[in-house]
T-cell receptor
Framework: SQELEQSPQSLIVQEGKNLTINCTSSKTLYGLYWYKQKYGEGLIFLMMLQKGGEEKSHEKITAKLDEKKQQSSLHITASQPSHAGIYLCGAANQAGTALIFGKGTTLSVSS | DTAVSQTPKYLVTQMGNDKSIKCEQNLGHDTMYWYKQDSKKFLKIMFSYNNKELIINETVPNRFSPKSPDKAHLNLHINSLELGDSAVYFC???????????FGPGTRLTVT
């Protein structure tokens, strides 16, 4: 079965610093999704990547998909306290009927 | 306007009881899902429904049964609750396969 490994597991950065979270799949990626979860809340959809080499940005968050490496990265520029939370990557199974999630990266931003 | 809503938000019950969690989406999506997030925050698919047909069931005990009265609702019924069922359950919906999923706020189930 497919597995997604996220690194690092947790991250503490100072406000204003840049950071990168990685997500590596054990199998071919048919679609890669990034979500953010705040404690006690649901998941907020950030971005979806489907094609190798694809890159998307929203405000200060950029996600890239390296299909050959079966890997995606999420980069946050000039981090703010509002970026704190758990970032989860999810991969669609081949049939597209479910998402398989990594174990998440917990981000803390100190001011 | 809440896109995906779940009730209740918190549910505390005793072992052996039967309980239900309700989910509704107002996005007009064709596919709905149930996920379980354990104490280590690991999120795992339980069921998905597409046009009222169950299309996936990931080795979930048959004490769990999804029921969809219509395209906008997917309820989760749990019989004979066990301690290990304690978790946060999330409902989600998407326009179709390979489309982004939108999640509800979650239901925290505690079995004592």
């Amino acid at each position: 079965s497919q597995e997604l490994e996220q690194s690092p597991q947790s991250l503490i950065v100072q406000e204003g610093k840049n950071l990168t979270i990685n997500c590596t799949s054990s199998k071919t990626l048919y679609g890669l999704y990034w979500y953010k979860q705040k404690y006690g809340e649901g998941l907020i959809f950030l971005m979806m990547l489907q094609k190798g080499g694809e890159e998307k940005s929203h405000e200060k968050i950029t996600a890239k998909l390296d299909e050959k490496k079966q890997q995606s990265s999420l980069h946050i520029t000039a981090s703010q306290p509002s970026h704190a939370g758990i970032y989860l990557c999810g991969a669609a199974n081949q049939a597209g009927t479910a998402l398989i999630f990594g174990k998440g990266t917990t981000l803390s931003v100190s001011s | 306007d809440t896109a995906v809503s779940q009730t209740p938000k918190y549910l505390v019950t005793q072992m052996g009881n039967d309980k239900s969690i309700k989910c509704e989406q107002n996005l007009g999506h064709d596919t709905m899902y149930w996920y379980k997030q354990d104490s280590k925050k690991f999120l795992k698919i339980m069921f998905s429904y597409n046009n009222k047909e169950l299309i996936i069931n990931e080795t979930v005990p048959n004490r769990f049964s999804p029921k969809s009265p219509d395209k906008a609702h997917l309820n989760l019924h749990i019989n004979s609750l066990e301690l290990g069922d304690s978790a946060v359950y999330f409902c989600a919906s998407s326009q179709g396969p390979q489309m982004e999923q939108y999640f509800g706020p979650g239901t925290r189930l505690t079995v004592t």
